[in-house]
């Protein structure tokens, strides 16, 4: 049987995705490493464009086609599902939007699997290779310790494309809980580890030089989290591939000056942090206690990963209740003060299968619910739901501007060059001189949807003024402090 695995990409921002570099779609490189021969497997990634999905698939010769997406991707999964049943290919959708919601997933596929399904995908293979694939099946939160689940094919790139890092997965699940996020739904609270052995062989044998691990929670929330990450840390260096990452973890790790100076070590160059906000009743909303009890000491915390040489990748969520549309200016000037070094600043976004989702939905506070078309719309660059303190579309302007500004204006250099002046680490700044710059392509690429959008260039307003203010304060900002401290060691 010859199985093609899908990630499609919502049209809507097609481009915007494509412009930095190009991160696999880990999920589809695990289901492929799980296909016993003698089945084969292609991957088709949407990351590269959508237009030769259709002839790639009428030409591939193809008895099963599986679709994982996030919901912004949902519309298009639909459409190469219908494309798929008239040519009588069998297809079977997964992934965190059908599992959310299954019954409408299967107005569209002839079958959906939820949740992780690990442990159910070597059955689904086999039951479509017999002709018997069923209409739903159920995967499971498995232990992948002791069951030595999560390796990813990674020698297995894409046919219409070439992914430009490597991705690795060495946890799943965290417990913080967000209101606004599916990974806890998805991926369970409790953290499960993989067997560090098996995270190092594939470490070793992964071919790209940097490398993307994509723990929600690398670092984890209490002493235990921490233990596993130092251990994973220390085996790393004695007994892994040299070769530079990154990876997503929660704020309380900038307390924790051995595990930075291991991180650093092992060749970690930055962690995206979801900050979300500066306003406690908003971190209240979202359930984030994590940042409220650590809100204080935010300066501290991003200087302990300075000072250990990792950059500040910062995540700002506007739209809470408390929020108005100088919110976007006053969380850009606010995390380039903190010295926040990578900054990206989106729409909230109240997904499906999150409490949010239900509790916007019981209100009849969203806006765009003709589905599945409406999907293609929850895309974290547009409002689609009524925020309290201001308009969707005041809030999508406010967005706008800041875009506008990091599309025109000269500040990635001087910010890779405050970072360098912070860490003290010339990898670790050409690693933020990289991401700002893919960021402020995207925004040149997302810049003539938004004119066309909204029908005019933010040249000038007072919102605008602070957002310059945020652009041109690069080198100003508390390096006093900072070079005192010890250099890290590249």
């Known amino acids: 049987m010859k199985i093609a695995l899908v990630n499609p990409i919502s049209r809507r921002t097609q481009g915007y995705h494509t412009v930095g570099s190009y991160i696999p779609q880990l999920g589809l490189q695990v289901l492929a490493e799980l296909v016993p021969p003698p089945h084969t497997v292609d991957i088709i990634d949407e990351v590269f464009g959508t237009e030769a999905t259709d002839r790639l698939i009428t030409g591939g010769g193809y008895d099963l086609v ?3 997406a996030y919901t912004s991707g949902a519309t298009r999964a639909y459409e190469i599902a219908a494309g798929c049943r008239a040519r009588g290919i069998r297809t079977i959708m997964g992934g965190p939007h059908a599992s959310a919601v299954p019954d409408e997933a299967g107005l569209h596929f002839d079958s959906v699997a939820i949740g992780e399904c690990d442990t159910a995908w070597p059955r689904i293979v086999e039951d479509a290779a017999a002709g018997r694939l069923q209409p739903r099946y159920h995967g499971e939160l498995s232990d992948l310790e002791t069951m030595s689940l999560g390796r990813a094919r990674q020698d297995l790139q894409p046919i219409n494309g070439r992914y430009s890092v490597s991705a690795i997965q060495t946890s799943r699940g965290c417990p913080v809980g967000c209101e606004y996020c599916s990974v806890t739904q998805f991926n369970g609270a409790p953290i499960r580890r993989r067997r560090i052995e098996d995270i190092l062989t594939e470490w070793n044998q992964t071919p790209k030089p940097f490398c993307f691990v994509v723990d929600d929670n690398f670092f984890g929330v209490g002493p235990r989290h921490a233990e596993w990450a130092k251990e994973l840390l220390r085996a790393i260096i004695k007994h892994g591939r040299k070769r530079l990452w990154f990876s997503q973890t929660t704020i309380n790790m900038g307390d924790d000056p051995e595990g930075l100076r291991l991180a650093y070590r092992a060749g970690c160059r930055g962690m995206l942090i979801g900050f979300e906000t500066f306003n406690a009743a908003n971190l209240r909303e979202y359930h984030k206690g994590i940042n409220r009890n650590n809100l204080a000491r935010y300066q501290t915390l991003v200087n302990g990963f300075h000072r250990a040489g990792i950059a500040v ?12 549309p100088e919110t976007v200016a006053e969380t850009a000037l606010a995390a380039v003060k903190l010295g926040v070094d990578i900054i990206q600043v989106t ?7 999150t409490k949010m989702y239900d509790r916007y939905k019981a209100e009849g506070r969203l806006l765009a619910t003709d589905y599945p ?3 293609e719309r929850y895309t974290f660059t547009e409002t689609v739901y009524n925020p309290r303190k201001m308009t969707a579309r005041e809030l999508d ?3 706008y501007e800041l875009r506008y500004a990091a599309a025109k204006r000269n500040w990635v250099w001087k910010r890779a060059i405050r ?6 680490s010339l990898t670790t700044s050409l690693f933020v001189q990289g991401m700002n710059a893919g960021w402020k392509r995207m925004a040149r690429v997302q810049a003539p949807k938004d004119a066309e959008r909204f029908g005019f260039s933010p040249r000038q307003s007072p919102r605008l003024s602070k957002i310059d203010d945020a652009f041109r304060m690069h080198l100003d900002v508390g390096l006093t402090t900072q ?3 010890p250099a890290a060691t590249t």
């Open 347 to 353: 729409n909230l976004t109240p997904l499906p299968g």
């Open 373 to 375: 078309a409406d999907w």
């Open 66 to 68: 599986g679709v994982t």
């Open 397 to 399: 302007e406010a967005i």
């Open 419 to 424: 970072s360098l002046l912070r860490t003290r």
């Open 313 to 324: 990748f910062g995540g700002f969520i506007v739209g809470a209740e408390e929020d108005t």
């Open 483 to 485: 070079a005192a401290q």
